[in-house]
Structures are given as C-alpha cells and as structure tokens.
C-alpha cells in the first residue's frame, strides 16, 4: 500500500472552528474595560449568534456523540456569553 503524507488541512475538522474563533475573541471582550464602541457590540452579538447557530447545527446531527457534546457546549457558551454580557451592560 502507498503510504498517504497528510497535511495540516487533513487534520483540519470544522467542528472546531468556534471553538478557535468565537470563543476567543468573546473571551476577550469580556475582559475588556468599558465603553465600547459599535464595532465591538456587533462583534460581540455576532459572536453569541455564531455559537447559537453551531450549536444548533452540531446538537441536530445524528453522526457522533462528539458533535452533539461539542453543539451542547457551544450553546452553553452562548448562552453564557450572553447573560454575562447583557449582566455588565445593565450594571
């Protein structure tokens, strides 16, 4: 059998990209002082609204159990996100 040389985009599984991209940056602006500008809310909103959305879409598949745990977490993460989010706007 000839062997198969991978490469980085073999290893690659879009189960993953919230996990590296939403998270991080909602992370960040969580961290971040006061005010922020219009920019950054809309990241902000867009961020939870990517976690809802992946989390909906993985939770709904009947593949494997690591993508319904995977959508329950990043509907987890959404909903927390957004509830920590809405708390220091209010106060």
Avoid: Q
């Avoid at 006061?34 to 879409?57: D, K, N, W």
């Avoid at 990043?74 to 106060?91: A, N, P, V």
């Amino acid at each position: 059998m000839k062997k198969v040389k991978r490469t980085w985009i073999d290893h690659w599984d879009p189960l993953y990209v919230p996990l590296l991209s939403a998270v991080p940056i909602e992370s960040w602006l969580l961290v971040k002082t006061p005010p922020f500008t219009r920019a950054e809310i809309s990241l902000y909103i867009l961020g939870i609204l990517f976690l809802f959305f992946s989390g909906f879409v993985e939770t709904g598949s009947e593949e494997e159990k690591k993508n319904k745990l995977f959508g329950y977490l990043y509907l987890l993460g959404g909903l927390l996100f957004g509830t920590i989010g809405l708390y220091r706007w209010l106060i």
